[in-house]
């Protein structure tokens, strides 16, 4: 944006962009479920034994806490290579 040309700074902003993303998808997984759409990767899910029912009737139990706090470490992993 700023004219910067710098091979260190992309690779941040890349992570960053990475790390926004999966936030946005977390934040957003309430307001989806209410419209019966889950956008969160299956694997991580099936790997939990949770289903996309499961979020969509809102259930709070550890296997679903587990599939949202997974991702978050993906989120968390990026900002960490960022730093």
């Known amino acids: 944006i700023l004219g910067v040309r710098d091979i260190h700074a992309d690779h941040a902003a890349s992570h960053i962009g990475k790390a926004q993303g999966i936030v946005t998808c977390l934040r957003a ?21 949770v289903s996309q029912e499961d979020f969509i009737r809102g259930k709070q139990e550890k296997n679903v806490r587990d599939v949202i706090y997974d991702i978050a470490s993906q989120a968390h992993v ?3 290579h960022v730093r």
Do not use: N, S
């Open 78 to 80: 990026h900002l960490e």
């Open 29 to 49: 997984t309430p307001y989806h479920c209410t419209r019966r759409k889950v956008f969160l990767p299956m694997d991580i899910c099936m790997m939990h034994g």
